[in-house]
C-alpha cells in the first residue's frame, strides 16, 4: 500500500495511508492521525474531507460529469423514468420489467396517509412555508408507519419502508400545496404513474377532471431524475449523519428536507425566481445586478450561480437549460424570465470575476422556470427538489447503515472560547 509521509518543520511526524478510488480519485487515509500525532485536521465547510465511502453517485467537478451507479445523468434523463431510477439508487441497478411493476404496485398500495395525520395539515397557518409542513410531516410519519424489521426477509421489507416513504412523501407534498392554497385535498389514484399521480392531487378540481398532460408528466419526470442524487451535500450530509445515530430513516429524511431549505442549497430555485422577477418588475439593469452581486460590501449574490464542486458548467443545468426550450415550445408558451436567465447568463460568463472563480449555472438556475411552466407555485419548487433527492437520501441512509466502516458521525473542533475560569461570587461579578 502506498503511503504519504507527513512533515512538520521539515521533520517526519508521521506516514499516512494512501487511497486511491474505483474512479482514480486519490485520498489521505487520517483516521488514525490524532491518536498517532495529537493533530487533527481543519477543514471548514468539509470541502477537502471524504467523510465516506460510497457507490451511489460518481461527480467529477472538473469535466462536469455526474452519475448515478456508473449511468452518466443525460441517458438516465433520456431514457429512465424517476421511479426506474429511484429502483437503481437504492438497489444499485436498474430494475426488470418485472420488479418495476412490482415497485409501481408497491407505490399504490403505499401511497395513503393516515387520516389522522391529515388533520395535522389544518393547524398550519396558511402562510407557511410548505418546507416547514414537509420536514415536520414526515418526522410525523413514524409513529404511524414504523420502519419494518428487516430481518425476516430483508428484500421485500426493505422494499416496503422503501416504497411507504416514497409514496407518502409525494402525498404530502401535493396535501401541503392543497393546504396552503385553501383547496380540499385530492387523494391519489392507482390508475396513474408515480408522476401523474402527483400532478393530480396537485391540479384535480372538483369541476374538473385532471387530464393528465404528456408534456407536463415526462418533464416532471426528468426534472426529478435531474435531482434524485448528487453525492455528500449539505442535506445528503444531512441525512447520513442523523442516520449515523441510529436514528429512524423518517428522522434522517425530515432532517435532509430542512438542510435543503436554506438559499445555497435547494432553496435556491425559489431565490432564482422570485430574483429574476424582481428584475423584470424593478427594470434594474442586468450589468448592475451583476455588478451588484461582486461587490462584497452588498449581501446580493447570484442565485443559481456558483457550486462548491462544479468549476464548469454543471451537467444538471445544461439538461435543464434545453428543456426550458422544449418545454415551452411542446407547451406553445414563452416566458420573459427565460430570455432574462439566458442574458445575465451571458453577461455573467463574459465578467472576469465569475470566470476566474469559475462561476457557472447550477441546476437551480433553470428549472424553476420549468416548474412555472407546468403551474408549480414559487414556494414549492423546493418541494420538489426534495422529492426528487428522497430516493438519493434513502439510498445514502441505507449505505451507511449497512457499511462496518461507518461510525457515529462526529467532527471535532478549534476551539476558540475562553481558557479555563474561575466562577466568582455573584456580588463580585462585574
Ligand atoms: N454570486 C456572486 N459571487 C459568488 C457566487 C454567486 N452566486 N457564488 C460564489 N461567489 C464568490 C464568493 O463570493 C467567493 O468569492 P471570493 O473568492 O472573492 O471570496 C467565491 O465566489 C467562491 O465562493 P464560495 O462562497 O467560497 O463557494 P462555496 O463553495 O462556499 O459556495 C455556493 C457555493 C453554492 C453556496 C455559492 O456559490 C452560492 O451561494 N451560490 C448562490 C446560491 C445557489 O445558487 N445555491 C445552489 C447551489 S446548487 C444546488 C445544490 O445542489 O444545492
Same mark, same amino acid.
Given at each position: ?6 512533515m ?7 506516514e ?33 474531507t ?35 431510477v ?5 438497489h ?6 418485472k420488479?418495476?411493476?412490482?415497485y409501481?404496485?408497491?407505490?399504490n ?14 393547524n398550519y ?25 428487516l430481518?425476516?426477509?430483508p ?60 408534456i ?7 426534472l426529478l ?14 441525512v447520513?449523519?442523523i ?15 430542512c438542510?435543503?431549505w436554506g !438559499?445555497?442549497?435547494?432553496g &435556491?430555485?425559489?431565490?432564482?425566481? #422570485?430574483? =429574476?422577477?424582481?428584475?423584470?418588475? $424593478?427594470g434594474?439593469s /442586468?450589468?448592475k445586478?451583476v455588478?451588484?452581486?461582486k461587490?462584497k ?11 462548491r ?5 454543471? !451537467?444538471?443545468?445544461?439538461? &435543464?437549460?434545453?428543456m426550458?426550450? #422544449?418545454? =415551452?415550445?411542446?407547451?406553445?408558451? $414563452?416566458?420573459?424570465? /427565460? ?5 445575465l447568463?451571458d453577461?455573467a460568463?463574459h465578467d472576469?470575476?465569475?470566470v ?6 447550477n ?15 414559487t414556494n ?7 422529492l426528487?433527492?428522497l430516493?438519493g437520501?434513502i439510498?445514502h ?10 461510525k ?8 476558540t472560547?475562553?481558557q479555563t ?10
Amino acid at each position: 500500500m502506498c503511503k504519504a509521509d507527513i512533515m512538520i518543520d521539515g521533520k517526519k511526524l508521521c506516514e499516512v495511508p494512501v487511497i486511491v478510488d474505483n474512479m482514480g480519485g486519490k485520498s489521505l487515509d487520517i483516521t488514525n492521525f490524532r491518536k498517532e500525532t495529537g493533530y487533527i485536521t481543519y477543514d471548514p465547510g468539509f470541502g477537502n474531507t471524504g467523510s465516506c465511502r460510497s457507490s451511489i453517485t460518481y461527480l467529477d467537478g472538473e469535466k462536469g460529469l455526474l452519475q448515478y451507479r456508473g449511468y452518466p445523468i443525460e441517458d438516465l434523463v433520456e431514457n429512465c423514468d424517476f421511479v426506474e431510477v429511484a429502483y437503481l439508487l437504492v438497489h444499485g441497478y436498474l430494475p426488470t420489467v418485472k420488479e418495476r411493476k412490482k415497485y409501481a404496485d408497491l407505490l399504490n398500495e403505499n401511497s395513503l396517509i393516515h387520516p389522522q395525520m391529515r388533520n395535522f395539515f389544518r393547524n398550519y397557518p396558511d402562510n407557511a412555508h410548505p418546507m416547514s409542513i414537509l420536514a415536520a410531516m414526515v418526522v410525523s410519519l413514524q409513529p404511524f408507519y414504523p420502519e419494518i424489521d428487516l430481518a425476516e426477509d430483508p428484500e421485500k421489507q426493505m422494499d416496503l419502508n422503501v416504497t411507504r416513504l416514497l409514496s407518502k412523501m409525494r402525498t404530502i407534498a401535493a396535501f401541503t400545496y392543497r393546504k396552503i392554497a385553501g383547496m380540499e385535498f385530492v387523494n391519489p389514484n392507482s390508475k396513474y404513474s408515480y408522476c401523474e399521480n402527483f400532478l393530480n392531487m396537485m391540479f384535480s378540481s372538483p369541476v374538473k377532471e385532471y387530464v393528465p398532460n404528456p408534456i407536463h408528466i415526462k418533464a416532471l419526470n426528468k426534472l426529478l431524475i435531474l435531482h434524485a442524487d448528487h453525492e455528500q451535500n449539505c442535506s445528503t450530509t444531512a441525512v447520513r449523519l442523523i442516520g449515523s445515530s441510529e436514528a429512524n430513516l423518517y428522522a434522517a429524511v425530515s432532517a435532509g428536507i430542512c438542510a435543503l431549505w436554506g !438559499p445555497k442549497h435547494g432553496g &435556491a430555485n425559489q431565490a432564482v425566481i #422570485e430574483m =429574476l422577477e424582481q428584475i423584470l418588475e $424593478s427594470g434594474e439593469s /442586468l450589468t448592475k445586478i451583476v455588478e451588484r452581486a461582486k461587490d462584497k460590501d452588498d449581501p446580493f449574490k447570484l442565485m443559481g450561480f456558483g457550486h462548491r464542486v462544479y468549476k464548469t458548467y454543471d !451537467p444538471r443545468a445544461k439538461i &435543464a437549460r434545453k428543456m426550458c426550450d #422544449e418545454v =415551452l415550445a411542446d407547451l406553445g408558451t $414563452s416566458d420573459p424570465l /427565460l430570455e432574462l436567465a439566458e442574458q445575465l447568463e451571458d453577461i455573467a460568463l463574459h465578467d472576469p470575476y465569475f470566470v476566474e472563480r469559475n462561476l457557472y449555472p447550477n441546476v437551480d438556475f433553470y428549472t424553476g422556470i420549468i416548474f412555472r411552466a407546468m403551474g408549480i407555485p414559487t414556494n414549492m419548487y423546493t418541494v420538489m427538489f426534495a422529492l426528487g433527492r428522497l430516493p438519493g437520501w434513502i439510498a445514502h441512509y441505507l449505505e451507511w447503515n449497512h457499511d462496518p466502516y461507518e461510525k457515529i458521525g462526529r467532527p471535532r473542533q478549534l476551539y476558540t472560547g475562553p481558557q479555563t475560569k474561575k466562577i466568582l461570587p455573584i456580588e463580585e461579578r462585574t
